[in-house]
Antibody
Framework: EVQLVESGGGQVQPGGSLRLSCAAS????????MHWVRQVPGKGLVWVAR????????SYADAVKGRFSVSRDNAKNTLLLEMNSLRAEDTAVYYC??????????????????WGQGTMVTVSS | DIQMTQSPLSLSASVGDRVTITCQAS??????LSWYQQKPGKAPELLIY???TLETGVPSRFGGSGSGTDFTFTISSLQPEDIATYFC?????????FGGGTKVEI
């Protein structure tokens, strides 16, 4: 079964750090671009970051640039999100996902669309 | 950033009704648009990609159309299990962006 399972969420004080993990199974993880997407409960979806198959190309949303760092360990089928200098506005459910289509330069690459169940991050004193 | 304006914010319809949701992009995104369904407490699930391609396993009552900046999502005959929030999503440009969502109720 194709599956993504996030872990590492929890409550942290403003200015603190947290590390999220996403364990992939049931597919060849190293062949897929991966994303982090977050959602305040009851609100919309917000893209956070993207990493390519070998980790050589990474993009971030402006809201997290310089504070968050995404990486991957293809040998362990794991995606990571290091979150530093956390703010109250970072409070959300964080999903890892591989999306059906990736646009790279002017080319489109199609794969599968799979999301984890999400892990809640609460930034509060 | 490309803004995705989705409407309506919510709608109420009867079982069997045709439901239509629109999504407008702030700039041309070709057909790089997908539609997701999200039920409470669950992750989003892909229904449509490339504006009109039905994801494998998704019932044919779901459909999508459009290109450029204006897109439409339809449920041809609303079923009780379709109660959810629906999001459009553009993948033409980074940062990837999503519409604000449409909550569909019966």
């Amino acid at each position: 079964e194709v599956q993504l399972v996030e872990s590492g969420g929890g409550q942290v004080q403003p200015g603190g750090s947290l590390r999220l993990s996403c364990a992939a199974s049931g597919f060849i993880f190293s062949r897929y671009w991966m994303h982090w997407v977050r959602q305040v409960p009851g609100k919309g979806l917000v893209w956070v970051a993207r990493i390519n198959t070998d980790g050589s190309s990474i993009s971030y949303a402006d809201a997290v640039k310089g504070r968050f760092s995404v990486s991957r360990d293809n040998a362990k089928n794991t995606l990571l999100l290091e979150m530093n200098s956390l703010r109250a506005e970072d409070t959300a459910v964080y999903y890892c996902a591989t999306l059906v289509a990736e646009r790279v330069m002017d080319n489109y690459y199609y794969g599968m669309d799979v999301w984890g169940q999400g892990t809640m991050v609460t930034v509060s004193s | 950033d490309i803004q995705m304006t989705q409407s309506p914010l919510s709608l109420s319809a009867s079982v069997g009704d045709r439901v239509t949701i629109t999504c407008q992009a702030s700039q041309d995104i070709s057909n790089s648009l997908s539609w997701y369904q999200q039920k409470p407490g669950k992750a989003p699930e892909l229904l449509i990609y490339d504006a009109s391609t039905l994801e494998t396993g998704v019932p044919s009552r779901f459909g999508g159309s459009g290109s450029g900046t204006d897109f439409t999502f339809t449920i041809s005959s609303l079923q009780p299990e379709d109660i959810a929030t629906y999001f459009c999503h553009q993948y033409h440009h980074l940062p990837l962006t999503f519409g604000g969502g449409t909550k569909v109720e019966i």
